[in-house]
């Protein structure tokens, strides 16, 4: 019988090495996701602004519109909850403070929002304030002319 001859063996390429990609992975990939959920929370926050300053807008715009402070206060209110509302905000008691005290035809209401946005969904993010307070205020003048437009009342 003819004997088969013994090839020395290969050394493998990673020598040293081998494992640290496996090491690197399990370090990287936690990081990778942590940083991944703390810009989907940035841009949650960030949306929730943009939604209670428009919520702000529209309160402003709808207590402009109406005929007596009292009215004003309502209108903004309703509006408000309606704006958050459609918008998808969670803010279950957001705060309305009207400023009505240049309510006259030609003056301006203000109307300030504060909202608790929740942001608890977000799993893992047990350091981040998973519900934070967002104020916004907003403007509208009262129509000039209102008084003639309405039949000499407000």
């Known amino acids: 019988m003819a004997e088969v001859p013994v090839l020395p063996r290969r ?18 990939t936690p990081i990778l996701i942590l940083v991944l959920l ?11 602004r943009l939604d209670v300053d428009t919520a702000a807008g529209a309160a402003a715009r709808a207590a402009s519109l109406a005929r007596s402070p009292a009215a004003a206060a309502a ?8 704006s ?4 998808g905000v969670s803010c279950p008691h957001p705060r309305v403070g009207v400023d009505t005290s240049a309510f006259r035809p030609g003056g301006v209401v203000r109307v300030t929002v504060t909202c608790r946005a929740e942001l ?4 893992g993010m047990g350091f ?7 104020t916004k205020s907003s403007a509208s003048p009262i129509d000039r002319y209102r008084q003639a437009a309405a039949g000499g009342s407000r």
């Open 38 to 48: 703390v810009a989907v929370a940035a841009g949650r926050l960030e949306s929730a």
């Open 120 to 123: 608890g969904d977000l799993v």
């Open 75 to 82: 209108a903004a209110g309703a509006e408000a909850a309606r």
């Open 11 to 28: 050394r493998r390429l990673g020598g040293a090495d081998d494992g640290f990609a496996v090491l690197e992975t399990v370090i990287v």
């Open 128 to 134: 981040l304030p998973l519900d934070t307070g967002i």
């Open 84 to 87: 958050l509302s459609a918008a």
